[in-house]
T-cell receptor
Framework: GAVVSQHPSWVICKSGTSVKIECRSLDFQATTMFWYRQFPKQSLMLMAT?????????EQGVEKDKFLINHASLTLSTLTVTSAHPEDSSFYIC?????????????FGPGTRLTVT | AQTVTQSQPEMSVQEAETVTLSCTYD???????LFWYKQPPSRQMILVIR??????QNATENRFSVNFQKAAKSFSLKISDSQLGDAAMYFCAYTDYGQNFVFGPGTRLSVLP
């Protein structure tokens, strides 16, 4: 149980274009989903927290107009990187927390490697 | 703000031996959860073990156990009978009821055959 999928797993795009990454909880409902960015050999950096049906909460320093997050249902959240630039190249990971559980652990997707050329 | 520290950037262990990874944290909360996550080369984050702060008993999951010292704000992970598949980055994490989720910088564990 508690499986989170992420699509695509790898994407290359040209500078100036937009890219959408999907995060789905496959066998549970997620009240809250999280989006992280991870640089090589570093820890996860939280970008934003999204709750179903409401606006995402962005961490300080994260441009909300550049990284658009939508949490339209209890099983789907999307991250759109708008007008991508090479410095946006990174590994993006989503996670989800299950409705009604007391454990507060997060279940992670397999990640998306974004390369902007 | 809560912080999580892992003082060992890298560790190594001989196969079948035991290794302990250290984690300390700082919080003013009395109720919270602590986790150890594993990130193998595939980069898929895997939950290894969790500990509720209100529970005095240390959590155990098969070969993985923790030593939770609440007063010292210490949360170490012990891996017994280490296997080659245990080689990964290990992240200690803290949350106070989901409002803040903080990861440590990670410890890279190598398992030597």
């Amino acid at each position: 149980g508690a499986v989170v999928s992420q699509h695509p797993s790898w994407v290359i795009c040209k500078s100036g274009t937009s890219v959408k990454i999907e995060c789905r909880s496959l066998d549970f409902q997620a009240t809250t989903m999280f989006w992280y960015r991870q640089f090589p050999k570093q820890s996860l950096m939280l970008m934003a927290t999204s709750n179903e049906g409401s606006k995402a909460t962005y961490e300080q320093g994260v441009e909300k107009d550049k990284f658009l997050i939508n949490h339209a249902s209890l099983t789907l959240s999307t991250l759109t990187v708008t007008s991508a630039h090479p410095e946006d190249s990174s590994f993006y990971i989503c996670s989800a927390r299950e409705v009604g559980t007391g454990g507060y652990e997060q279940y992670f997707g397999p990640g998306t490697r974004l390369t902007v050329t | 703000a809560q912080t999580v520290t892992q003082s060992q950037p890298e560790m190594s262990v001989q196969e079948a031996e035991t290794v302990t990874l250290s984690c300390t944290y700082d919080t003013s909360e009395s109720d919270y959860y602590l986790f150890w996550y594993k990130q193998p080369p595939s980069r898929q984050m895997i939950l290894v073990i969790r500990q509720e702060a209100y529970k005095q008993q240390n959590a155990t999951e098969n070969r993985f156990s923790v030593n939770f010292q609440k007063a010292a704000k210490s949360f170490s992970l012990k891996i017994s009978d280490s296997q080659l598949g245990d080689a990964a980055m290990y992240f200690c994490a803290y949350t106070d009821y989901g409002q803040n989720f903080v990861f440590g910088p990670g410890t890279r564990l190598s398992v030597l055959p």
